[in-house]
């Protein structure tokens, strides 16, 4: 039922709690992760076209340091692992990739108590509500 789940991660801390769950389910179901990470490019609105290019390199490195420590702690559980960093508006392109990868479950976090109400407006609420997969949220506030 689960052979491919895709966790998005902006590489906080905070992510691993979602990385956890989604790596308990790929064990439990032998699954394959698919770790994401999206470059906002609604940071690029407010710049000069001249700095979009060393911006985007930026984010760029430190979506790789975000896959990259994802996949490491989902490896080290044994998790099959691939990664994948995109461009975009963020919610639009978790729901993308997850179409185009055939996702069969979403694991993401949202912060806060009360997950309905921290999910409003919220990337997460948007992948819940458009997601074709089932999506599972993770509280990851930090105390």
């Known amino acids: 039922m689960y052979d491919d789940i895709l966790i998005p991660t902006d590489g906080s801390d905070a992510t691993e709690t979602a990385i956890e ?4 389910v790929a064990r439990q179901r032998n699954a394959t992760v698919h770790v994401l990470h999206v470059i ?10 001249d700095r979009v290019d060393q911006v985007t390199e930026q984010l760029r490195n430190e979506g790789e340091r975000a896959v990259g420590q994802a996949a490491e702690q ?11 960093i995109r461009k975009g508006s963020p919610a639009d392109e978790i729901v993308a990739a997850a179409e185009e990868k055939g996702i069969d479950l979403v ?8 997950a309905t109400e921290n999910l409003l407006g919220s990337v997460a609420q948007k992948v819940v509500a458009t997601a074709s997969a089932p999506v599972l949220t993770v509280n990851i506030a930090e105390d």
Request: glycine share 10%; net charge negative.
């Open 40 to 49: 906002d490019d609604r940071a690029f609105l407010t710049l000069d076209d």
């Open 74 to 84: 989902l490896e080290d559980v044994g998790v099959q692992v691939t990664t994948t």
């Open 107 to 114: 694991v993401m976090g949202t912060r806060g108590p009360d």
């Open 21 to 24: 769950h989604a790596a308990d």
